[in-house]
């Protein structure tokens, strides 16, 4: 159909399917056929009339809210500037340790990404002649 996926159907729109109901009678085929949009979206936009008396659409969903902010969030930064060659997994279990905050990887990850953070590899990470790393090696996170 007509409409995009996941987006509020327009206003002007909820309110011609509203009227071509009540003032015109039409039914929920002819509606859809008149506006180019599925009897899916008339059956919708209707029964909200019905049930609210509006023709607004339902609120958005906003997700879950991170766990990570305000104090939380100046802890992370603390300890990503502690130790920013950490990993992000043991970011994370040392954040979880030391906040007591139920958290994931993942959650950590975006977190960091809000806060400015990315990770760099370390241009003294070359391998010596004898193999093994001089320098700090390896990546760490840095602020952009």
């Known amino acids: 159909m007509g ?12 309110i011609a399917i509203v009227r071509a109901f009540h003032e015109q009678g039409m039914s929920y085929k002819e509606i859809a056929e008149l506006l180019g949009i599925g009897e899916a979206t008339v059956s919708r936009v209707l029964r909200r009339y019905r049930e609210t008396g509006s023709v607004e659409p339902r609120p958005r969903g906003g997700g879950n809210f991170s766990p990570i902010s305000g104090t939380a969030a100046a802890q992370l930064s603390a300890l990503v500037e502690e130790r920013p060659d950490m990993t992000l997994s043991e970011l994370t279990e040392e954040f979880v340790k030391r906040t007591g905050v139920r958290t994931s990887r993942s959650s950590v990850g975006r977190a960091l990404h809000r806060l400015g953070f990315t990770r760099k590899k370390s241009p003294s990470s070359r391998r010596s002649g004898t193999g093994r790393m001089s320098g700090s090696g390896g990546e760490s996170w840095l602020r952009c």
């Open 3 to 14: 409409m995009s996926v996941g987006h509020p159907t327009p206003e002007k729109l909820r």
